[in-house]
């Protein structure tokens, strides 16, 4: 079990900030003066679900201490195993049809099974259809007693008015530095491991405040019981001054080979947040000392700018890794450029090679119709590569397979935006871009690839990039 896991409050008493709402729901259900709907808004990363869910067990548990639920009651045990039926959670982002709310408010008329209330934690409740809204409505016009809906939003502006104004309000705070201080001291108290000043403010200041954040990199960075900030510049490697220098004249002149150190960098394990953030800083002291000398700006402001937005959207994107992949892309991105041209010639020249010698052998192997007649350059007429739903499939795990072993990003990126067939002993590859080709056509890649087929199908296979 993960220490994230592990230390998710169960109870209020361990909800280490929020403490205004916290009191507040605790007398509320101490004076018995709970109303039958919250609206919780938030910030993103506040610890929400889990202030509505210690909320659905206080006021369910048949044991409270202090207001507390007591964890150790029918209620609350089956509440831990998520066994309790009474209580329900709905995640509006994946649920918007007025059906499942109807669905909800048929069941909602009916009593609890077991427990004093039934719950309905509602969670990004903005992403509700409007007909998904006005069922919600009904309801809390009329609400039945043993009813509470806990609605949640990170988006207070999407909610109707109308549903606002028959909810109570809690508008919840970012949780403070000094919280999540607080939180890892008292965690590294529980796990007996020790920590140096030095380290929990890296750990605060790399989790972007987010707690879940602070106490994965907390828990990554524990060794034999101990955290030392040495051990951390060692482990995640702050990069030197001549390795920045290298990659933002790499951005500057959109070198190819700077895919490859991205990839290293990701094999690495290092921190490419970190690396980035530290980039930014790199490419801002770089502007000004060429402003100082009068030299052209506009293409370091340039690469700074989509940076910049690229680093605050990795705050939101499910895998960093492909939006600063992404990032570097778009600085490359120049057809025109001498050195793509030099790098695709030589492609074009193995690729005319390769086909030379694959036409001298004649190969009895079964093979997908109709693939010997693409040539690289006319693919765009044959779509038919892909709609083999068996060969799709093939592929998806074949990629997958190669993200989650070899972490190799830009290769992976590049065989997405490649066509791909796989046949009994042999993986065919059209990439639709000059970088990805370059990027899938080197020496490693093409031994990674091949390591990663014989895994799949326990046999050896031949690659042939078109
Ligand atoms: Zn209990």
């Known amino acids: 079990m993960s220490l994230y896991t592990k230390y998710r409050p169960k109870d209020f008493n361990n909800l280490v900030w929020q403490d205004f709402i916290k009191e507040t729901l605790k007398k509320a259900i101490a004076e018995g003066k709970t109303v039958w709907a919250y609206l919780f808004c938030w910030p993103r990363w506040t610890g929400k679900t889990s202030t509505a869910r210690i909320f659905a067990k206080a006021i369910n548990c048949t044991n409270q201490k202090d207001w507390n639920p007591c964890l150790e009651c029918e209620n609350c045990k089956e509440f831990a195993e998520e066994k309790l039926i009474d209580v329900v959670e709905i995640d509006a982002a994946s649920h918007t049809g007025v059906d499942n709310i109807r669905e909800i408010i ?114 990554q960075l524990i060794e034999s019981s101990e955290i030392i900030y040495e051990r951390i510049i060692e482990k995640l490697w702050i990069s030197s001054k001549e390795e920045f220098q290298n990659f933002i004249s790499k951005l500057e002149n959109k070198d190819l080979s700077i895919l490859e150190d991205f990839d290293k960098i990701v094999e690495s394990g290092k921190n490419l947040k970190l690396f980035f953030k530290e980039l930014i800083f790199k490419i801002k002291d770089k502007i000004i000392s060429e402003l100082k000398d009068q030299k052209d700006i506009s293409n370091l402001i340039n690469i700074f700018d989509i940076l910049d937005e690229t680093y605050w959207k990795t705050k939101y994107s499910l895998d960093e890794n492909t939006t600063f992949l992404v990032w570097i892309l778009k600085i490359i991105w120049n057809q025109s450029n001498k050195n793509t041209e030099n790098i695709t010639q030589k492609a074009e020249t193995k690729t005319k090679q390769k086909i030379e010698i694959k036409e001298k052998i004649t190969d009895s192997e079964p093979k997908i119709e109709d693939l010997d007649d693409i040539f690289w350059s006319d693919f765009e007429e044959k779509n038919e590569w892909k709609t083999n739903k068996d060969w799709w499939f093939q592929a998806e795990i074949f990629i997958n397979n190669l993200k989650q072993t070899w972490a190799k990003w830009a290769l992976t990126m590049s065989l997405r935006w490649s066509k791909i067939a796989i046949s009994w002993n042999q993986l065919e590859i059209a990439p639709n871009t000059k970088f990805a080709r370059t990027s899938i056509d080197t020496f490693e890649n093409r031994e990674v690839m091949l390591k990663t087929l014989e895994n799949m199908w326990f046999t050896d296979f031949n690659i042939i990039i078109k």
């Open 106 to 219: 048929e069941k909602a008329q009916f009593s609890p099974t077991k427990t004093k209330y039934k719950v309905y934690i509602i969670d990004e409740v903005h992403m509700l259809s409007k007909g998904a809204f006005n069922a919600l409505l009904k309801i809390l016009e009329e609400p039945p007693n043993h009813v509470k809906f806990i609605l949640a939003t990170t988006e207070t502006h999407k909610v109707p008015e109308t549903i606002i104004s028959r909810c109570q309000r809690y508008d919840f705070k970012r949780i403070d530095e000094e919280s999540i201080r607080k939180r890892l001291l008292f965690i590294a108290e529980s796990e007996n491991v020790k920590i140096d000043d030095k380290s929990l403010n890296y750990i605060i200041s790399s989790s972007n405040w987010w707690l879940r954040n602070a106490i994965s990199l907390f828990e």
